[in-house]
């Protein structure tokens, strides 16, 4: 049986068999023929045997990809990423994956490849904003290694990354608080963390921290408590392109610096203490011992 | 259909395909052990800094202080973070740095030899391990183990030379640290 539209090389067992269900009864008697067909041939031949082909199980020809075939992953980061276009309108939810598999021309069933809360898609989206960050962070490193830019002081350079991410979020703010509770289920926890850490880190790593004792978690622990709280002050926010949030996130971060300028000047001033009290110890002793020498 | 796992992007960028798992524990714990060897050697210094072995301790405990730095700079390098028992290893240390040094010089030393003959070890077995990972391309961090395996082998000599072995319950002291010295490998690899 062969089939008169091919469907384009990048097609894949899964979208093929979104697209030619009713060709589903006709896959047992080709299986075996087509398996002896791709025992030999080079890659370049696959694409000509494709329609034939593709009934073949994912993990035949040896389990090989040629560079012509995209792998089911990043068949499913573009299926994702055409459907952010329409999450303003449908929501984190299947309809909205459907029609984003619609506009790359694949059946809406393709929608079915994912769980129908829209975890993938946020987690996608997620993923995406935390990449988009440090590109623009890295950029900013180079400018400024570059000499053409100033480096910024630390509350400043924290201010504008957390800010510069959260505006990532402004497209989509009407159904984020939605996306919010479902990067909390259970299921969803250890991804959705890992985002959140390995964001954190990054934007310590380019504003520069090197530590390497206890301080590395507790800045990060108060980053992360400044970005949390700053994106949910961020959904309530209804104050004109949002300043109600920066100058909430300003406080934060100003907050954030006093405390940690306040916890040295506590050891420093423990300190010096203690070496007080050592001096006039030693002072003490001496006289002791000098009044009981006469 | 149902909910494939899709394997989401990392942020992080791989610093040119190294196994970035292997490596972050293997500098991790290195880092917490460095910093443990440098609290034992305080807490020694703090019982014996004036006796006649305080010399020999304190020179131990330099080369300590730079292998640490050395860490210091390969975690940031390579973005590792630190063990979160860090605090926990900062009195350990010293108090078993502290505790041995009260048993006399020869504790000391037991416990120096104890915990140097650990280290070594765990050197060596790290260095099977990225020998057998690609010895080309973690040719730096294969140098900077080597060379410090090489100098805790000669503080364990040192201690032996001091009569470390000549501590009462000599045996029973040094399976004691060594049990604790494997424990912290563990735990600091992990958490």
């Not at chain 2, 504790?107 to 280290?119: D, L, N, P």
């Amino acid at each position: 049986v062969k089939c008169q539209h091919c469907p384009p090389v990048r097609a894949l067992q899964a979208s093929a068999t979104l697209r030619r269900a009713p060709d589903e009864h006709k896959k047992e008697p080709l299986t075996s023929s087509s398996q002896q067909h791709f025992d030999s041939p080079p890659a370049g031949h696959q694409p000509e045997q494709e329609p034939r082909g593709t009934h073949h199980s994912y993990t035949g020809q040896g389990g090989q990809e040629s560079e012509d075939y995209e792998s089911e992953e990043q068949l499913q980061h573009r299926i994702l990423t055409a459907a952010l276009e329409f999450v303003p309108e449908h929501g984190w939810t299947a309809e909205a994956i459907a029609e984003g598999a619609k506009t790359l021309g694949l059946s809406v069933a393709a929608a079915g490849m994912f769980h129908s809360d829209g975890s993938e898609l946020i987690l996608h989206f997620v993923s995406e904003c935390n990449t988009k960050l440090s590109k623009l962070l890295e950029k900013e490193q180079k400018l400024v290694q570059l000499g053409e830019a100033e480096k910024k002081p630390i509350d400043e350079f924290l201010r504008d990354a957390v800010e510069a991410r959260l505006r990532m979020l402004i497209p989509y703010i009407e159904k984020w608080p939605q996306a919010l509770s479902v990067l909390l289920l259970p299921r969803n926890i250890p991804s959705s963390l890992s985002l959140l850490t390995s964001m954190i880190d990054d934007i310590w790593h380019y504003a520069g921290d090197q530590s390497t004792d206890f301080n590395w978690y507790t800045r990060r622990a108060v980053l992360t408590g400044i970005y949390n709280t700053t994106e949910l002050v961020m959904m309530q926010d209804s104050s004109p392109g949002f300043e109600d949030t920066w100058r909430f996130l300003g406080n934060r971060v100003a907050d954030a610096m006093t405390m940690s300028n306040t916890a040295s000047q506590v050891q420093s001033t423990g300190e010096a203490v203690v070496q007080g009290l050592m001096g006039a110890a030693v002072t003490v002793s001496n006289a002791e011992t000098s009044r009981a020498m006469r | 259909g149902g909910g494939a796992a899709l394997r989401l992007c990392s942020t992080r960028v791989a610093q040119g395909g190294i196994n970035k798992p292997v490596i972050d524990r293997i500098i991790r714990v290195d880092h917490a052990g460095e910093y443990g060897a440098n609290r034992i050697y305080a807490g020694q210094m703090a019982v014996l800094g004036r006796s006649s072995v305080g010399p020999v301790i304190q020179q131990m405990w330099n080369q300590e202080k730079v292998h640490l730095k050395k860490f210091n700079e390969l975690m940031v390098a390579y973005r590792v973070r630190p063990t979160v028992l860090l605090p926990f290893w900062n009195v350990a240390g010293f108090v078993l740095g502290a505790g041995s040094a009260l048993l006399g010089k020869k504790g000391a030393m037991a416990c120096t030899v104890a915990v140097e003959e650990s280290i070594s070890e765990h050197y060596n077995n790290q260095i099977r391990t990225l020998l057998e990972e690609d010895p080309e391309k973690y040719k730096e961090l294969l140098q900077v183990i080597k060379q410090f395996r090489d100098e805790e082998q000669e503080h364990h000599d040192i201690g032996l030379e001091h009569d470390a072995e000549a501590t009462p319950a000599y045996s029973v002291l040094k399976t004691a640290i060594q049990l604790g010295c494997r424990a912290a490998i563990f735990l600091s690899e992990r958490i």
